[in-house]
T-cell receptor, first 113, second 115 residues
Framework: QKEVEQNSGPLSVPEGAIASLNCTYS??????FFWYRQYSGKSPELIMS????GDKEDGRFTAQLNKASQYVSLLIRDSQPSDSATYLC?????????????FGAGTRLFVKA | EPEVTQTPSHQVTQMGQEVILRCVPI?????FYWYRQILGQKVEFLVS????????KSEIFDDQFSVERPDGSNFTLKIRSTKLEDSAMYFC?????????????FGEGSWLTVV
């Protein structure tokens, strides 16, 4: 059974701090990795994708990937109260990844003003 | 910006009734998906659809469920003889096989309540 594991949290950080969210996955064949943000009662919204080992930055967000350790993380710099949401790690399975993307249970983030 | 649209946004149905949830994927996308999220739980994969057939389905997607792409634009999920435990948010998603890698884009969801 392929799995994506996340710390469910909640993770609470003060406004302006860095929030660090972590994810591990079991499928060594997966080639791409995604972070989605989900507000309560809403659909998942894509934040970032990462395909290569190392860091990828987009504004206040940095995704980090280590395929050898099967680990992907998301850093949110200068956290804002509007960042308070559940963050979902998503992994398409297998080399092509076309047919099944599985999600972790998500980490709830609270940013305190 | 193109988006995945879903109808209805909310449906209440009696146990044992049939429900059809409808989706219009992004127009140039080729892969289509249904996911389910029970309140407070994780987003669960139900089924993927490509080239007019199911490409993969989860153990949740049993004979009670079916999908169809009847007219080249709509993508539907039918749930026969609904049960209380089918109450959930159902998300449709789609993916372009070309430039966006494996990124899937979600609709706003259809909230199904079975009473």
């Amino acid at each position: 059974q392929k799995e994506v594991e996340q710390n469910s949290g909640p993770l609470s950080v003060p406004e302006g701090a860095i929030a660090s969210l972590n994810c591990t996955y079991s499928d060594r064949g997966s080639q791409s990795f995604f972070w989605y943000r989900q507000y309560s009662g809403k659909s998942p919204e894509l934040i970032m994708s990462i395909y290569s080992n190392g860091d990828k930055e987009d504004g206040r967000f940095t995704a980090q990937l280590n395929k050898a350790s099967q680990y992907v993380s998301l850093l949110i710099r200068d956290s804002q109260p509007s960042d308070s949401a559940t963050y979902l790690c998503a992994v398409p399975l297998g080399y092509t990844g076309g047919f099944k993307t599985i999600f972790g249970a998500g980490t709830r983030l609270f940013v305190k003003a | 910006e193109p988006e995945v649209t879903q109808t209805p946004s909310h449906q209440v149905t009696q146990m044992g009734q049939e429900v059809i949830l409808r989706c219009v994927p992004i127009s140039n996308h080729l892969y289509f998906y249904w996911y389910r999220q029970i309140l407070g739980q994780k987003v669960e994969f139900l089924v993927s659809f490509y080239n007019n057939e199911i490409s993969e389905k989860s153990e949740i997607f049993d004979d009670q469920f079916s999908v169809e792409r009847p007219d080249g634009s709509n993508f539907t999920l039918k749930i026969r003889s609904t049960k209380l435990e089918d109450s959930a948010m159902y998300f449709c998603a789609s993916r372009d096989s070309l430039s966006s890698g494996n990124t899937i884009y979600f609709g706003e969801g259809s909230w199904l309540t079975v009473v």
